[in-house]
T-cell receptor, first 109, second 112 residues
């Protein structure tokens, strides 16, 4: 079973920040949080990952709570091309990487 | 850029056929993975491999086997294809533990 919980869908207006939440209350100390997204008919694409500090790259920011039990992916200025399914994953100690069902993000024009 | 290439984008096979799905990565990655994706079920892990000649079962290995004779190539084998194996198959690779996965674009397999 996936070790994360995400809302099944979210809407965001174009140009606004999209904030996608993820709960991972059973995360262990050496597990990372990863975010991927999948645009229709393509393989998932890596976005960002982190251990405990907040991270930012050219695509997004990742905010991890101090207790590490949840995180938020932030797309600062959402565009129609950000419409996709977003997956939050925590890495497993025996290297199984289990995907949940993700959040389907709709960007509204 | 890492490239993960799956040999076929679309494949149609008959029930009972032996089917090979091939995946090749060009970045000397140790770990490789096979997933299948079905509507409403998300991505499910079939098999993965830490390195050459190594393999581990994922969550749904039944009806599948794998082969990793060379580091860059990870093959998924359906010994006797069945209609319930109609699905999108995705291959991924990564280097060390706790590094990101890189995915291919998938093979859509239809078994009739």
């Amino acid at each position: 079973d996936a070790k994360t919980t995400q809302p099944p869908s979210m809407d965001c207006a174009e140009g606004r920040a999209a904030n996608l939440p993820c709960n991972h209350s059973t995360i262990s100390g050496n597990e990372y949080v990863y975010w991927y997204r999948q645009i229709h008919s393509q393989g998932p694409q890596y976005i960002i990952h982190g251990l405990k500090n907040n991270e930012t790259n050219e695509m997004a920011s990742l905010i991890i709570t101090e207790d590490r039990k949840s995180s938020t992916l932030i797309l600062p200025h959402a565009t129609l091309r950000d419409t996709a399914v977003y997956y939050c994953i925590v890495s497993n100690r025996d290297d199984k990487i289990i995907f949940g069902k993700g959040t389907r993000l709709h960007i509204l024009p | 850029d890492v490239k993960v290439t799956q040999s076929s984008r679309y494949l149609v096979k008959r029930t009972g056929e032996k089917v090979f799905l091939e995946c090749v990565q060009d970045m000397d990655h140790e770990n490789m993975f096979w997933y299948r994706q079905d509507p409403g079920l998300g991505l499910r892990l079939i098999y993965f491999s830490y390195d050459v000649k190594m393999k581990e079962k994922g969550d749904i290995p039944e009806g599948y086997s794998v082969s990793r004779e060379k580091k860059e190539r990870f093959s998924l084998i359906l010994e006797s294809a069945s209609t319930n194996q109609t699905s999108m198959y995705l291959c991924a690779s990564r280097t060390l533990r706790n590094s990101p996965l890189h995915f291919g674009n998938g093979t859509r397999l239809t078994v009739t």
